[in-house]
């Protein structure tokens, strides 16, 4: 059983950063890719960023590109967002996920495992 636990969230005023964690139990981490969605209120589940097995590969969706930076850590299971220059239309509830092979897709059905979420406000 995999679980995947998101820190890192909250409040922060536009123009603003911050650094969301993933957190994942189980052997198959490093062997998987990874990545990060978001749901706004009143709006479908969008995919922000993805990252192969290693690392070497990166995808982001348009509108984070170039403020938000996804790694990772297979010492640690750990998956990371940084978001900097924050939007008001980047709030919503992120959500980490697990690829279900090792490249990252954009697809949310690529993905098996999801984690709870957290929330990020930013205020303008």
């Known amino acids: 059983q995999v679980q995947l636990v998101e820190s890192g969230g909250g409040l922060v005023q536009g123009g603003g950063s911050l650094r969301l964690s993933c957190a994942a139990s189980?052997?198959?981490?490093?062997?998987?890719?990874m990545g990060w969605f978001r749901q706004a209120p009143g709006k479908e589940r969008e995919f922000v960023a993805a990252i192969s097995w290693s690392g070497s590969s990166t995808t982001y969706t348009g509108s984070v590109k170039g403020r938000f930076t996804i790694s990772r850590d297979n010492a640690k299971n750990t998956v990371y967002l940084q978001m900097n220059s924050l939007k008001p239309e980047d709030t919503a509830v992120y959500y980490c996920?697990?690829?279900?092979?090792?490249?990252?897709?954009?697809?949310?059905?690529?993905?098996?495992?999801w984690g709870q979420g957290t929330q990020v406000t930013v205020s303008s």
């Open positions: 189980g052997r198959t981490f490093s062997s998987k890719a």
């Open positions: 996920a697990r690829q279900s092979s090792a490249y990252a897709t954009t697809r949310g059905e690529d993905y098996d495992y």
